[in-house]
């Protein structure tokens, strides 16, 4: 028998998603693992414990998972864990691995510690936007769900109905939704907008994505800015200079005025999310307008945002929601499944856990290894030194597990 992968009811308070589903233990035994599944890890997403051992997944307690386990799939990892997951930590052991969301860019000392503690981690965060990639993207995958969460928020906290509507008791006219940010969740939430009946608009620093919001029925919001460096080589948008934010803020109050919902979007990876919308803009909204902000996990694009409360500012409902791909966690935890255990099946050799060096999603995605934190951005934010080709080292060193 090869590699024995674990799947343990998630730490993270409140968090109903799983990381593998019961439709992804074939793919996982095909590709030569053992697959273990703490009792009761998927209920809370609508999987039964039958399902899986129907699968061909192995039932068993949270202990038994943990010793038995080389791999953890896990949905938060440390790093995403309240106190950084030092808790979890006390749980796992040398020589094994585990992969999940972490936050190794803005949460990177949880690194240092499994690092430390001889754990080998990979960050679903970091896989690259490459075309090969694209089955093991949960970035875009949760993104996918946030958006279109945002927008039913969004219709239900406004006072007012999405469509138009010709009724005998007058004609109702449609909402106008300004989604600002045309990343996954921008798009989604446009989408979803418009499948709802409102007049939508779309607003993103980078001009590149015009096309894509008109293809999907919105109009694109154009401001006079300068944003020639608004995007990076893998498609993200980049953190953009405070008085090009200025500029931006000062344009964009009219524009938001003009609109009931507004969504936002903007999130920059491992960075504060840049205030898009000031308390002065939230007083020139008409009352019972409604802002979304799906930013507030990294602080909120709207500078009145209160990271996971409902305020009520000048009449206008300002929501932070939090862990929003969380709310619905039967399709949240089928997508990411889908991502987590392609990645997996990725790393595996008949059957066995074989790093290569050369390959640039395990390169990119590879956080610690052998007592080390190998990934360049992560040693960055820790202040450790730049180990030239260390990262390759190391993982040449692994072969199999």
């Given at each position: 028998?090869?590699?024995t992968a674990?799947?343990?009811?998630?730490?993270?308070?409140g968090?109903r998603?799983?990381?593998?589903?019961?439709?992804?233990v074939?793919?996982?035994?095909?590709?030569g693992?053992?697959?273990?599944?703490?009792?009761?890890a998927?209920?809370?997403?609508?999987?039964?414990?039958?399902?899986?051992?129907?699968r061909?997944a192995?039932?068993?307690?949270?202990?038994?998972?943990?010793?038995?386990?080389a791999?953890?799939?896990?949905?938060?990892t440390?790093?995403?864990?309240?106190?950084?997951?030092?808790?979890?930590l006390?749980?796992?052991?040398?020589?094994q691995?585990?992969?999940g969301?972490?936050?190794p860019l803005?949460a990177?000392?949880?690194?240092?510690?499994?690092?430390?503690?001889?754990?080998?981690?990979?960050?679903?965060?970091?896989?690259?936007?490459?075309?090969?990639?694209?089955?093991?993207?949960?970035?875009?995958?949760?993104?996918?769900?946030a958006?279109?969460?945002?927008?039913?928020?969004?219709?239900?906290a406004?006072?007012?109905?999405?469509?138009?509507?010709?009724?005998a008791?007058?004609?109702?006219?449609?909402?106008k939704?300004?989604?600002?940010?045309?990343?996954?969740a921008?798009?989604?939430?446009i989408?979803?907008?418009?499948?709802?009946g409102?007049?939508?608009?779309?607003?993103?620093?980078?001009?590149?994505?015009?096309?894509?919001?008109e293809?999907?029925?919105?109009?694109?919001?154009?401001?006079?800015?300068?944003?020639?460096?608004?995007?990076?080589?893998g498609?993200?948008?980049?953190a953009?200079?405070?008085?090009?934010?200025?500029?931006?803020?000062?344009?964009?109050?009219?524009?938001?005025?003009?609109?009931?919902?507004?969504i936002?979007?903007?999130?920059?990876?491992?960075?504060?999310?840049?205030i898009?919308?000031?308390?002065?803009?939230?007083?020139?909204?008409?009352?019972?307008?409604?802002?979304v902000?799906?930013?507030?996990?990294?602080?909120g694009n709207?500078?009145?945002?209160?990271?996971?409360?409902?305020?009520?500012?000048?009449?206008?409902?300002?929501l932070g929601?939090?862990?929003?791909?969380?709310?619905?966690?039967?399709h949240?935890?089928?997508m990411y499944?889908?991502?987590?255990?392609?990645?997996?099946?990725h790393?595996?050799?008949?059957?066995?856990?074989?790093?290569?060096?050369?390959?640039?999603?395990?390169?990119?995605t590879?956080?610690?290894?052998?007592?080390?934190v190998?990934?360049p951005?992560v040693r960055?934010a820790?202040?450790?030194?730049?180990?030239?080709?260390a990262?390759?080292?190391?993982?040449?060193?692994?072969?199999?597990?």
């Open positions: 028998m090869g590699i674990g799947v343990i009811k998630e730490f993270f308070p968090e998603r799983v990381a593998v589903v019961p439709q992804s074939a793919a996982l035994i095909k590709a693992a053992e697959v273990m599944v703490e009792r009761g998927g209920a809370a997403s609508g999987f039964s414990d039958s399902e899986y051992q129907e061909g192995k039932p068993a307690s949270r202990g038994e998972v943990l010793v038995a386990a791999v953890l799939l896990q949905v938060r440390a790093g995403a864990l309240e106190n950084n997951g030092r808790s979890e006390a749980w796992l052991r040398g020589g691995t585990v992969i969301f972490g936050e803005s990177p000392e949880a690194y240092r510690d499994l690092a430390a503690a001889g754990v080998t981690s990979f960050a679903m965060e970091l896989i690259p936007r490459i075309t090969r990639a694209q089955s093991m993207d949960a970035l875009s995958s949760m993104a996918t769900i958006g279109y969460k945002a927008v039913l928020l969004a219709a239900d406004l006072p007012r109905m999405f469509p138009m509507l010709t009724t008791a007058g004609t109702i006219a449609p909402a939704v300004l989604v600002i940010g045309a990343g996954v921008g798009l989604q939430a989408a979803t907008a418009r499948r709802l409102a007049v939508v608009s779309g607003y993103d620093v980078r001009p590149a994505v015009k096309e894509q919001i293809s999907l029925g919105a109009r694109f919001v154009t401001l006079e800015l300068e944003t020639g460096q608004a995007q990076d080589p498609g993200y948008a980049k953009m200079g405070e008085e090009f934010y200025r500029r931006q803020r000062e344009l964009m109050g009219a524009v938001i005025a003009a609109h009931e919902v507004v936002t979007t903007a999130a920059v990876p491992g960075q504060k999310a840049p898009l919308v000031t308390a002065e803009m939230v007083v020139g909204m008409l009352p019972g307008s409604v802002i902000d799906l930013a507030a996990e990294r602080g709207c500078e009145l945002t209160r990271p996971g409360e409902t305020v009520v500012e000048h009449g206008v409902s300002i929601p939090l862990n929003v791909p969380s709310t619905i966690p039967y949240a935890s089928q499944s889908k991502n987590i255990t392609t990645f997996f099946a790393l595996l050799k008949k059957g066995e856990l074989v790093l290569d060096a050369s390959d640039e999603i395990t390169r990119g590879l956080v610690t290894h052998a007592g080390e190998v990934h951005r960055q820790l202040g450790l030194p730049e180990q030239a080709g990262q390759e080292a190391t993982v040449k060193q692994m072969g199999g597990s």
